[in-house]
């Protein structure tokens, strides 16, 4: 409608590598993701397809070593080739991040041996994983976690049912937190779990208001046997180990939340600057003007917290308060400007024919996944104010 075409997010990038990473990523967002997203988002595909072309370019271990078939990119590159992903599609953008938390367990508390054995495939290799934390009753507390492992000769046997587990049904492997002993935080110990083990079986995906082309299932393990070599960490380290993840992963959704308003903000500026009423453009009134300032003003701020946050982990310092604060304020930031973006284009907004509906509904879940924003507002009230008084 506008000949004003969305201009390419200016990126600060560190070395000349990375800023060809962006381009490589661009040109495969441009040819193989954004042309689809839209009709496959709807009939509820699931683009298995992408994500092996993405490990064949070596986008789906960019922030692991080298060693290992990773791309030793620091974090604060990586985040920003999820934001490209996510602003096309969030199932993939998404399910990047997902993957790389899955992947976190065994990169960083796995024993040389499971590294070579497991992480080039997991890496480089063409599999996708998913991350099994969540259960039924068991979501913000996830302490309280009641799946079980239990000793068995020299491995161990698995039961219980995780929730809400992206990529469930059709991942390729599994990091599993599963109770091996006492209650509470310190009786949960971390899994690799194959796909394929016999026993696990995943229900039928859930039926969602967003990322229909995202599989959100439950998986039950009925008596699956885990030899002890696909331990993580030590028993008991489990949940030390998941916090460590998710302090990580929720960088990868603020990233993500980011990229969703860009994608928002550039289809508001480009319906603005063409859609015409009382005989000029609707974007030289001062009201939507004022609107698109404020939605790019957030954008900017969401992705200056995220960056910051992740140059922090790069450099070794302590960020989990800034995670927290980075998923908190970039996924409320993604809600509010894909709501302005349906409100720029009026009823067109409200239509299938444009994708604002589809990232308003999408960003909402980004406020869910990884620890609800009530969850972060708690993470960082401890770190400014101490643990809570019982």
Known sequence: MSDRAPQPVERRLPTEESRQLVELVRDIVSKEIAPRAADE???GLFPREVFTLLSEAGLLGLPYDSAHGGGDQPYEVYLQVLEELAAARLTIGLGVSVHSLACHALAGYGTEEQRAAHLPAMLSGGLLGAYCLSEPSSGSDAASLRTKAVRDGEGWVLTGTKAWITHGGVADFYTVLARTGVEGPRGITA???P????GL???VPEKKMGMKGSPTAQLHFDGVRIPDDRRLGEEGQGF???LSALDS???GIAACAVGVAQAAL?????????RHQFGRPIADFQGLRFMLADMATQIEAGRALYLEAARLRDAGLPFSRQAAMAKLFCTDAAMRVTTDAVQVLGGYGYTLDFPVERLMREAKVLQIVEGTNQIQRMVIARHLAGPETR
Request: hydrophobic share 50%.
């Open 240 to 242: 030390a180990i998941a």
């Open 249 to 251: 992963g929720r960088l």
């Open 266 to 274: 550039d289809e508001a500026v480009g319906y603005a600057t063409g």
């Open 201 to 203: 079986d995943a229900a």
């Open 41 to 43: 988002e709807e009939a």
């Open 195 to 198: 796909g394929d083990a016999e």
């Open 191 to 193: 899994f690799l779990v």
